[in-house]
């Protein structure tokens, strides 16, 4: 009988290659897209997020109609079976729109409240991000690993922000880590930016806010390839995220969770 976590990670990277396949012709046309403003005009979603949700969500209900499913765009459905898909058609919908290559296409399998597989797909990169509950990590065929050697002040740390959280404690939390002879890096794909720190580019990653279809995959991958990571609420619409290889984690968490008056 086939596990039924290992059936939905395969479909999920079929489905994942389809989505960046999809968003990619999109990019391509990006000129062409109708394009809105969410809760301001730094957030934005395309005709190209809502069409590849919708491709995801249909061959998800094909293949499990029983599940549930939890997309950036399209709302929540509800399901019996205990699993639930967690959907961003486009994470990084700003460099999307912009031409920039830092986006992709992420899905997070839950049983329960427990992540247990995760893929982001890069297709500008050619890179796809893989993640399964005691299994393992990887970056195409290849076993990823943090970097178990970085440490605060000999590498770049990812950091994101949102509309979502103030900006004053956020910018002295990059102030901390510069003084602490560390370097911040920002690409505007949250789940970018996470797979990059379980692949050793990035020492770490911080976002006081993160919404759970940008980040549950990549914390997946972060804790498989031998790193650590804050706790995510569960069952919540957002909450900070921190993700780190082993000697950047307590450095990291200090500057960035430290009471900021």
Same mark, same amino acid.
């Given at each position: 009988?086939?596990? *039924? ?5 395969? @479909? ?11 968003? @990619? ?15 301001? *005009? ?31 765009? &399209? ?23 912009? &031409? ?39 970056? =195409? ?11 605060? =002040?000999?590498?770049? #740390? ?22 602490? &002879?560390? +370097? ?23 976002? *006081? ?6 980040? %549950?995959? &990549?914390? %997946? +991958? #972060? ?24 000697? #950047?984690?307590? *450095? @990291? ?9």
């Amino acid at each position: 009988m086939t596990d *039924p976590i290992d059936a939905r990670f395969e @479909l999920a990277r079929t489905i994942a290659a389809k989505g960046a396949e999809s968003a @990619l012709a999109y990019f391509n046309a990006r000129d062409t897209l109708v394009i809105e403003d969410k809760m301001n *005009p730094q957030d934005m979603v395309s005709q190209a997020d809502k069409e590849v949700e919708l491709l995801l969500r249909a061959s998800i209900a094909t293949a499990f109609p029983d599940d549930a499913i939890s997309g950036e765009e &399209g709302g929540a459905t509800v399901g019996d079976s205990g699993f639930t898909w967690v959907l961003d058609p486009i994470d990084g919908t700003s460099p999307f729109l912009a &031409g920039l290559p830092h986006w992709g296409v992420v899905i997070a399998i839950l049983q329960g409240d427990e992540t247990v597989a995760g893929v982001i797909a890069q297709p500008m990169a050619g890179e796809t991000f893989t993640a399964r509950l005691g299994a393992g990590a990887w970056v =195409n065929d290849t076993p990823m690993q943090v970097g178990h050697d970085l440490t605060l =002040n000999t590498c770049n #740390v990812g950091m994101g922000i949102s509309h979502r959280s103030p900006i004053g404690p956020f910018i002295k939390a990059i102030e901390d880590v510069l003084t602490a &002879g560390g +370097m911040f890096y920002r690409n505007g794909s949250g789940a970018v930016m996470l797979a990059s720190v379980a692949v050793g580019r990035l020492g770490g990653y911080y976002e *006081p806010h993160m919404n759970p279809w940008d980040c %549950l995959a &990549g914390l %997946l +991958m #972060v804790r498989e390839a031998g790193g650590q990571t804050l706790p995510f609420p569960a069952g919540a619409q957002g909450g900070t995220v921190l993700a780190a290889a082993p000697r #950047v984690f307590l *450095p @990291l968490h200090s500057i960035c969770l430290q009471r900021r008056d």
